[in-house]
């Protein structure tokens, strides 16, 4: 019975599996970093741009018209 799917070496899979902890770990920790520093930026609300007459990003076209076609 051919067992595809299963790994040839416990040894060699447990070591990787320890480097892919650390890897996963790590990439965990950098994703929190940049989720608390996304989290501490703070975004000028719509009203406060208008307020300031700052433009604000919208879905209009630019002012000047649609960009050429390449």
Known sequence: MPTQGRPRSLGRMTDHA?????????????????????????????DELVDEDLPVADDAEPTDGPAPAP
């Not at 890897?23 to 989290?39: C, T």
């Open 18 to 46: 320890a480097h892919d902890d650390d890897l996963l770990r790590r990439s965990q920790e950098s994703i929190d970093e940049a989720k608390a520093a996304a989290a501490a930026v703070s975004e000028p609300e719509e």
